[in-house]
């Protein structure tokens, strides 16, 4: 049944109680479920490191919804949830998304026009909610059966991808993987890598009066950079160009005085895979004096994905995901409610028609996997 915004919100705290405690293997109220368990996920905090408390909501949301609930420790007080239905640990497809978010914490707010706003309103938890309600209305109707469905819920996204890391030690495998994050409802072809670079540049102070006295490390480092931007890198047809972002560039003492000392940090958005990246950016460098260069351990490559589902829009995504984490040959999708655009910042959103619909395109996914 579908309720008008109208009608939803006239009962928003009797519904919210209601729903709270509606059994959603039942096709009726479910708006209200699904905004229900949505509030309930982002009025927790869960600021990567610290996803207990989100962890034992959802699990205990779960598990009071007949899921069989496994939780998989990943570090002291940080937990992943798997969680499938009868005793069929086995499953065909999975649906995952992340409960941690980054900071800081916003709380949640609904407004009449259907906006719902919080960290975590839409990255991720907008996808959890949805992957949740979907998985019940397919075993509510019969689509899905004991064995055909998992759902993994992680910690770490934002930071390391520990939880997905650890999900490898699970002992399971899947035929298809269903990401979710926020693609505005567009299914993702693929999403770029990335690499992160910190030039440095020495030089020696001198009096500005008498330049000759020292060596200009500022200098260096700006005709680095220009030379860089010169520099063509490959791209891909599928993920478009590579792009750098020269996000950081901090020198010098004071304006009358020849700067001793430069850095840059670079990230560098991959459409090619990061060894061709860094092997064009060795060239480079190699050739310009007066500067250093190294990579930061934070890199992956582009990853292409699966997107041969019928009724879709399709699109490019510019972001990184725990997709790369996830050791195996399943098929891998990436979909969810919200915009990229305003997920870690402060005006973070997602419409109650997004989650509504991502309800529907994770069954579509789901089914498509399965058949
Ligand atoms: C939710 O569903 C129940 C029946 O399961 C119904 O009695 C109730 O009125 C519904 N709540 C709303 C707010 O529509
Ligand atoms: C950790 O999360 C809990 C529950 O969300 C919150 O109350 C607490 O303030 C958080 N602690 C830190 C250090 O952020
Ligand atoms: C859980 O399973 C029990 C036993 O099959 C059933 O009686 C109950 O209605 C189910 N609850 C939900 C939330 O589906
Ligand atoms: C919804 O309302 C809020 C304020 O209540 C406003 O900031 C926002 O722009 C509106 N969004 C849409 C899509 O109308
Ligand atoms: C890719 O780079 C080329 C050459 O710089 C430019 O013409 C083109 O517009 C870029 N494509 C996109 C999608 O930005
Ligand atoms: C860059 O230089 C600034 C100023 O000297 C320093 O505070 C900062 O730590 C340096 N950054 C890196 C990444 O080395
Ligand atoms: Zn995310």
């Known amino acids: 049944m579908k309720l008008s915004l109208a009608a939803l919100l006239s009962t928003t705290a009797i519904a919210t109680a209601a729903a709270r405690a509606h059994v ?3 096709t009726q109220n479910d708006t209200l479920g699904l905004l229900s368990l949505h509030e309930g996920l982002v009025s927790i905090p869960s600021l990567t490191g610290n996803e207990s408390a989100v ?3 959802l699990a205990s949301y779960l598990s009071s919804h007949n899921f069989t609930v496994e939780l998989q420790q990943v570090a002291d007080g940080r937990n992943n949830i798997y969680a499938y239905t009868g005793s069929s640990r086995d499953a065909r497809a999975l649906l995952t998304s992340h409960m941690d978010t980054v900071g800081p914490y ?6 009449a026009n259907g906006t719902i706003t919080g960290r975590g309103s839409n990255d991720a938890k907008g996808s959890i909610a949805a992957q949740v309600v979907a998985l019940q209305q397919l075993l509510a109707d019969g689509s899905v059966d004991d064995g055909d469905v998992a759902m993994l819920f992680v910690v770490g996204e934002e930071v390391d991808g520990a939880g997905m890391k650890a999900a490898n030690d699970l002992g399971l495998s899947w035929e298809a993987v269903v990401f979710g994050e926020p693609t505005e409802l567009k299914l993702a072809v693929g999403h770029k890598g990335a690499l992160a670079v910190k030039l440095e540049a020495f030089g ?3 009096h500005s009066g008498y330049p000759q006295l020292g060596v200009d490390a500022n200098k260096a480092l700006v005709t680095a950079l220009y030379g860089l931007d010169g520099v063509e890198l490959p791209g891909s047809a599928l993920l478009g160009n590579s792009t750098l972002n020269y996000g950081l ?3 010098g003492a004071a304006a009358n005085v020849v700067s001793p000392y430069a850095n840059a940090s670079i990230a560098v958005r991959l459409a ?3 060894e061709t990246i860094k092997g064009q950016l060795d060239g480079y460098f190699g050739g310009v004096s007066g500067v250093s260069w ?6 992956y490559d582009p990853v292409v994905l699966d997107s041969d589902v019928e009724g879709f829009e399709k699109a490019v995504m ?3 995901t725990d997709i790369p984490h996830l050791k195996g040959d399943h098929k891998k999708y990436l979909y969810g409610p919200g915009s990229i655009t305003t997920a870690h910042s402060d005006h973070e959103f997602v419409m109650v028609s997004d989650l509504e619909e991502a309800v529907e395109g994770y069954k579509k996914l789901v089914l498509h996997a399965l058949n």
Request: aromatic share 20%; net charge positive; with cysteine.
């Open 294 to 299: 190294s990579y930061l351990g934070f890199f």
């Open 24 to 26: 959603s293997r039942c």
């Open 249 to 251: 560039v901090r020198g």
């Open 204 to 206: 020696k102070a001198a």
């Open 106 to 111: 916003i709380p949640y707010g609904i407004t």
């Open 55 to 57: 962890t034992t909501y």
């Open 272 to 274: 090619v895979d990061a």
């Open 318 to 320: 510019s972001y990184g």
